[in-house]
């Protein structure tokens, strides 16, 4: 098993076809998922529900309806994903939304088994427009961060 986890920007560009990285985003999910059927591998799609938030993603409304069908998972922010992401804050000012992300990588990481890439890397796959924020908040290692 493989997982893709979103970033604010990489969720503003899958609900705006006029952003600039719309495309990008999509190919690269495209890309992904092809890739991954493949190798017989299932991926899952994660977008933490404060990034959510943050991009103003909401779920009702009929605009979303494009990025509603792509099947990203919510990953909830619970008692023991917040104390994580709280500490995250703390310890490399970020934003909250950032902080969950890394969390929620931490938490995937520690639970569900993942299978190695083509490339030997992390199956834990982040997008992102900002990989310092990211690379600081994931556990070492624990994922593989693409810049859109």
Do not use: F, Y
Request: glycine share 6%.
């Amino acid at each position: 098993m493989s997982a893709v986890l979103l970033d604010n920007e990489a969720v503003q560009a899958l609900l705006r076809p006029d952003h600039p990285k719309h495309r990008t985003v999509i190919a690269t999910l495209d890309g992904m998922s092809t890739r991954a059927r493949r190798r017989k591998d299932r991926t899952s799609r994660w977008v933490p529900t404060t990034v959510r938030v943050e991009a103003g993603w909401r779920r009702t409304d009929p605009a979303a309806t494009p990025a509603n069908r792509l099947h990203l998972r919510d990953h909830e922010l619970d008692r023991t994903t917040a104390d994580l992401a709280a500490a995250l804050v703390a310890a490399h000012r970020v934003s909250p939304a950032d902080a969950h992300l890394g969390a929620t990588v931490a938490t995937i990481a520690s639970t569900a088994p993942m299978t190695g890439n083509a490339t030997g890397g992390s199956s834990i796959v982040v997008l992102t427009s900002d990989p310092g924020d990211i690379d600081r908040v994931c556990p070492p290692g624990a994922a593989r961060v693409i810049r859109i």
